[in-house]
């Protein structure tokens, strides 16, 4: 496991690069920017700082789960999910990171249409649309096969 996340953590460090690449590049115009270009930008950094946060949940709890416990003790900015996220709670974090991700960048698609000068391409829009339908329809699925499954426990 060690390789893996150790890929992990380079490509945590990847995205900290792009993001702070996308500030540096967008921070000086933003006096000059309008409200829409300005939600744009916004919604980029939410949508690479939710990767790193996935990323984050991905390899504390994968290493938790697979090769050893954090012994970190009770120390108050420990999360609160640290410790207790199992491969069902990871499955439904990564999910629901997923269907954010995937939501921002259906928003940043729909924010496009028209600014562009060029006809928007209603098939991409439409698959768009649907591939994160599915990924809610799959959150869903998911949800509710793990709450069958706590029941069946008890």
């Keep these: 496991?060690?390789?893996?996340?150790?890929?992990?953590?380079?490509?945590?460090?990847?995205?900290?690069?792009?993001?702070?690449?996308?500030?540096?590049?967008?921070?000086?115009q933003v006096l000059t920017m309008s409200a829409e270009q300005a939600i744009l930008v916004v919604l980029t950094l939410i949508d690479l700082s939710l990767a790193a946060n996935l990323l984050l949940i991905v390899l504390f709890s994968g290493y938790e789960n697979f090769v050893s416990k954090l012994d970190i003790g009770s120390v108050e900015d420990r999360p609160d999910?640290?410790?207790?996220?199992?491969?069902?709670?990871?499955?439904?974090?990564?999910?629901?990171?997923?269907?954010?991700?995937?939501?921002?960048h259906l928003l940043k698609q729909f924010m496009e249409i028209g600014k562009s000068g060029k006809p928007m391409d209603e098939t991409a829009l439409f698959w768009l649309t649907v591939i994160h339908l599915t990924f809610v329809a799959s959150g869903v699925l998911l949800a509710l096969m793990d709450w069958l499954s706590a029941r069946s426990d008890h």
């Design 81 to 104: 999910w640290m410790g207790k996220v199992d491969f069902s709670g990871l499955k439904m974090k990564l999910i629901a990171s997923i269907v954010a991700i995937s939501g921002i």
């Design 1 to 28: 496991m060690a390789p893996m996340h150790l890929g992990l953590v380079v490509s945590l460090a990847m995205l900290s690069v792009i993001f702070l690449r996308e500030l540096a590049c967008y921070a000086p």
